[in-house]
């Protein structure tokens, strides 16, 4: 399974009904055929129906809802310590490389910490002896699906140490707020 960001649909995946500004969506993380999980979101109109069918489904993973808002993107000349942490998290969640995947989880913890993610899920693939946890962005909308790395305390002391000097040439600041 990749490493995965989602984002909440325009439509409802049943009606095709708009979900816009302002409107509740019940969004189902269930498991594929592939093996992946997938987000589905619907329209409070279908939502009953939805439920309905799908409940005590095993490859329905997890169920929350929210209300819909859309944000516009807009360019930030000095961005905010809880914004450098979006943007690196975004950045490092793509990467190849095994230290930038570490790097993710422990941005993500910081972006919990700072209430920007909530933590909704944790999924274990046992045949794969692997574990991930589900993000939800509380201002997009999105979702993120992050491998749990398994780190030990120590490790992401180091990590965080770490993290903290790469944010600052990455920003060429230093931060006032310390990254722990
Ligand atoms: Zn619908």
């Known amino acids: 399974m990749d490493w995965?960001?989602?984002?909440?649909?325009?439509v409802c995946v049943?009606?095709?009904?708009?979900?816009?500004?302002?409107?509740?969506?019940?969004?189902?993380l269930v498991l594929s055929s592939e093996g992946s999980l997938e987000r589905k979101d619907f329209c409070g109109g279908c939502y009953p129906q939805?439920?309905?069918?799908?409940?005590?489904r095993p490859d329905l993973y997890s169920y929350?809802?929210?209300?819909?808002q859309r944000?516009?993107?807009?360019?930030?000349?000095?961005?905010?310590?809880y914004e450098r942490f979006e943007i690196l998290?975004?950045?490092?969640m793509v990467s190849e490389s095994d230290r930038?995947?570490?790097?993710?989880y422990i941005l993500?913890?910081?972006?919990?910490?700072?209430k920007i993610f909530v933590h909704r899920e944790s999924v274990i693939r046992e045949a794969q002896d692997k574990s991930f946890l589900v993000y939800e962005h509380l201002e997009t909308g999105e979702t993120f699906i992050l491998e749990d790395p398994r780190l030990s305390l120590n490790q992401v002391e180091e990590l965080k140490s770490e993290l903290k000097d790469l944010m600052e040439q990455e920003f060429q600041t230093v931060l006032v707020e310390k990254a722990s």
């Open 4 to 10: 995965d960001i989602q984002s909440l649909s325009k």
């Open 14 to 28: 049943q009606c095709q009904h708009p979900l816009t500004e302002g409107n509740v969506f019940h969004c189902f």
């Open 50 to 56: 939805m439920k309905a069918s799908w409940e005590g």
């Open 64 to 68: 929350w809802e929210g209300r819909v």
């Open 71 to 81: 944000v516009e993107e807009m360019p930030q000349p000095k961005p905010l310590p």
């Open 89 to 92: 998290l975004r950045k490092y």
């Open 100 to 104: 930038d995947r570490k790097f993710t």
């Open 108 to 114: 993500a913890l910081l972006l919990e910490r700072k």
